[in-house]
């Protein structure tokens, strides 16, 4: 009923900058929060950034000063701009979204398939 598609990724040298962009369809009644996470080869999936419906954000440390979160809410859109790419941000980054579907009172998070993102050294 929801779905969540990616786009951005790709390999980019230690420096580089690189934009993703993150779709959601389908029955939609509305959107909460938003947010990107990563997950890195043997590592546990790691919230990257947050923006709730209303424009306020959240940055993991590691991230603060590079990356930008936002959304365009007439879209269903988030973007991360992602900026002095280290290559410590190489990762899978996955897109996920409080949504509320047509049909239901409650809002339920849904996930991204996930696009990779590798820095290069």
């Known amino acids: 009923q929801v779905q969540l598609v990616e786009s951005g990724g790709d390999l980019v040298q230690a420096g580089g900058s690189l934009r993703l962009s993150c779709v959601a369809s389908g029955s939609i009644y509305s959107i909460n929060d938003m947010g990107w996470y990563r997950q890195a080869p043997g590592r546990l999936r790691e919230l990257v950034a947050q923006?709730?419906?209303?424009?306020?954000?959240n940055y993991a440390d590691s991230v603060k000063g590079r990356f930008t979160i936002s959304r365009d809410n007439a879209k269903s859109t988030v973007y991360l701009q992602m900026n002095s790419l280290k290559p410590e941000d190489t990762a899978v980054y996955y897109c996920a979204a409080d949504i509320r579907i047509t049909t239901t009172p409650r809002s339920t998070w849904y996930w991204g398939q996930g696009t990779q993102v590798t820095v290069s050294s």
């Open positions: 923006i709730t419906s209303g424009g306020s954000t």
